[in-house]
């Protein structure tokens, strides 16, 4: 009983640690958004976007609407967005996302968990060409025939489209180039579709080819990166 105690607790703890981490992150978004157009999501489309990811997040309606209110104020902090990119072991691509308001401090923590595991931080262009930069919008796939609306989306720049699995599942997954972006989000708002999430990512071209062993050092730079307060996303070229 004990132990299933402390996996419990352990488990509601990663979770608290998963929901704040995911939370920062999208306050930060909020606060990118609301000082680039304002804070009224009506004529502002990336904070539509924000306050939908929330949403998604399971982030609570009152701290949506206090880092609405704390982005448009005087003393809202100023970030800076930037990739950063390097390698980590086993020559493992990795692409790191950050909003920060202090780059000399992200940079130096970021070469710092990248030497810790076994990687280096490179320059810009180092690994860059290796993914492409994508918008990935999900939404509610209820009474949607897939094919008709694959056709439909076409013109409005869709490069992919497919079920979710998993913890997916009942969703389709949109992809398309990032300069596409904003124009597929305007079309699934006209059209009435249940938007569940629209997220930039950058998706690798190539997979690594890679035993356990390696998947495991990897996934431990991962983990401690997507843990620095200034990042946003990580990505990798793991298969």
Not at 197 to 214: G, H, K, Q
Request: charged share 30%.
């Amino acid at each position: 009983m004990g132990r299933a105690f402390e996996n419990r607790k352990q488990s509601m703890f990663a979770r608290s640690d998963r929901n704040s981490k995911a939370f920062s992150r999208i306050g930060k978004d909020i606060t990118i958004a609301v000082k680039a157009s304002g804070p009224n999501p009506d004529g502002n489309p990336a904070l539509r976007r924000c306050i939908q990811n929330a949403r998604a997040a399971n982030m609570p309606k009152h701290l949506v609407e206090a880092a609405i209110k704390r982005a448009a104020g005087a003393d809202a902090a100023d970030y800076t967005e930037m990739v950063y990119e390097g390698y980590g072991p086993h020559g493992v691509a990795i692409l790191v996302e950050v909003a920060t308001d202090n780059p000399t401090r992200t940079v130096a923590n970021l070469r710092m968990h990248f030497n810790k595991f076994g990687g280096n931080l490179g320059n810009s262009g180092s690994v860059g060409f290796l993914f492409k930069h994508a918008g990935v919008i999900r939404i509610k796939c209820d009474g949607i025939d897939k094919d008709e609306l694959e056709l439909d989306l076409i013109d409005y720049g869709l490069e992919d489209l497919e079920e979710g699995t998993d913890e997916q599942a009942g969703e389709l997954i949109i992809r398309v180039a990032f300069s596409d972006f904003g124009r597929m989000q305007a079309a699934i708002e006209e059209k009435k579709l249940a938007l569940v999430s629209a997220e930039s990512e950058y998706l690798p071209v190539t997979l690594a080819e890679v035993d356990t062993t390696a998947v495991e050092d990897v996934l431990k730079l991962v983990d401690k990166l997507e843990q620095d307060d200034d990042v946003q996303k990580v990505h990798h070229t793991l298969p």
